[in-house]
């Protein structure tokens, strides 16, 4: 018995391993012959993508069908890195600390070919990864810190009788220095808290965990790059520049919004890095139009417009309309959230379809990049918790068994070339399974694209 197990196990090792070799030089279902050109900088070495449970849990939960049978097929591998696979804010949020070393560690391993970074600035305009420029009272211990909550934007305020406990902590109020002493946390407060310390816990939501909530480490933007780059497997990259709310004022000091762009991609290059294998996302205009105009033969083609301008349900045919013109104004990549993509039809809404936002941006030669997977909780849910990314067609989605059904429409009728996850290996295992590369920065700079895509 020990003997069999311990063959199983050998075979299991096999199966699993991926040998890191640049992926410039491979096929085989990784990013392709024509994926960057450039040497990868980790050495050949054997490299574990690890799924874990999860995708087997989703596959065994779906209804008989060619595609569970198909995902069937692939459950003891091999397993490769996709880049059909975004890692959001790391891509292990769903259970550790986002924008941090340990997310983005637990991403790599879950197969993710692309990792996020959103990117903010400090006091002293240093680029650092968080999700939000104000959301360090919610995602760090700062409020467990005097000497740094006292620098906060608006203090912290105890729940009383009328209102809930509040404070707001921005980037831009505190040095990079104190920004490194901070520990990440999983996302949330507590309303009821009556004292800094204890605003600190609670408000996580119940399908998320405190398992890992234990001092994550925190990035610069340096510091991603040089991690992610470490990475076995050659994985690529993309910020995302963040928009100051209103509370913090730009210019901040002198700082302007475009000088923030322009400092987010010109960290690249000074690190090396080839602004093919980097995509700049943002859901300014303005940014994504600076970096077509200004960077056109390096990171402009592959910049990504975040579109949440359809989120008002009366907004949403302008929003449509206006893809085409975004394609005119050299926009290649588009990246809605997934309710924008699907619509509920048929008898009591059951059927699940593209929606006009997929087609018309098809039709004017975009790609899509969809968000975010993994960050709704169970499917069953959805509905009575009337979640956003189901919004436009909760009245189909019962079961967790329906995930990989929504994740071949995405891939097979809306066309997306990649999808966000904050649970990597969901989408990796899909990505896997069906030979998906996802898409490379050289792509937007053939001959062939612009051929393709003349206005």
């Known amino acids: 018995m020990v003997s069999a197990i311990s063959k199983l196990a050998a075979a299991a090792a096999v199966l699993n391993t991926v040998n890191a070799v640049p992926l410039a030089g491979r096929s085989s279902g990784k990013f392709g012959d024509n994926h960057t050109p450039l040497e990868a900088p980790t050495p050949e070495a054997e490299y574990f993508v690890s799924y874990g449970p999860r995708p087997y849990y989703l596959i065994n939960n779906m209804t008989e069908s060619p595609l569970k049978q198909k995902l069937q097929s692939c459950e003891n591998g091999p397993f490769e890195i996709t880049a059909f696979s975004i890692a959001h804010r790391g891509g292990a949020d769903l259970q550790i600390p986002e924008e941090t070393v340990q997310s983005s560690v637990a991403g790599a391993r879950m197969g993710a070919g692309i990792n996020e970074c959103d990117v903010a600035f400090t006091s002293d305009l240093k680029l650092v990864c968080r999700h939000d420029q104000c959301d360090l009272h919610t995602t760090t211990d700062i409020m467990n810190r005097p000497e740094l909550r006292e620098k906060c934007t608006t203090p912290f305020t105890p729940a009383n009788e009328t209102a809930d406990a509040s404070a707001l902590c921005c980037t831009s109020d505190i040095t990079l220095d104190e920004f490194l002493g901070l520990c990440s946390k999983m996302d949330g407060f507590n309303a009821s808290a009556t004292t800094p310390e204890d605003f600190t816990d609670g408000g996580i939501q119940p399908w998320r965990t405190t398992l890992y909530d234990t001092c994550g480490t925190v990035m610069t933007l340096e510091s991603y790059i040089d991690l992610t780059n470490s990475f076995p497997g050659y994985r690529n990259f993309t910020p995302e520049l963040k928009t100051p ?70 907004d949403f045919p302008a929003a449509v309309a206006r893809l085409p013109e975004l394609k005119a104004r050299g926009v290649n990549i588009i990246a809605p959230p997934i309710n924008y993509l699907f619509i509920a039809t048929g008898e009591d809404n059951q059927t699940i379809a593209p929606s006009s936002y997929a087609l018309t941006a098809k039709q004017a030669g975009l790609d899509i990049v969809a968000w975010t997977a993994e960050r709704s909780g169970p499917l069953t849910d959805v509905r009575s918790s009337e979640d956003y990314y189901f919004s436009t067609f909760a009245d189909a989605v019962h079961t967790d068994g329906q995930f990989y059904e929504l994740i071949d429409m995405l891939a097979q009728e809306v066309g997306i070339v990649g999808l966000f996850s904050d649970w990597s290996s969901s989408v990796s295992y899909y990505g896997s399974c069906m030979g998906l590369k996802g898409t490379y920065g050289e792509k937007y700079h053939s001959a062939e694209w612009k051929g393709q895509n003349k206005a």
């Open 245 to 314: 709310p209103a509370a913090v004022s730009m210019p901040f000091n002198g700082y302007t919004q475009a000088q923030f762009a322009r400092d987010m991609v010109d960290t690249f290059t000074n690190k090396g890095i080839s602004p093919y294998r980097v995509f700049p996302q943002s859901f300014l205009p303005d940014d994504v139009y600076l970096w077509i105009e200004e960077y056109p033969d390096s990171f402009g083609p592959q910049a990504v417009y975040l579109d949440e301008e359809g989120d008002d349900p009366a």
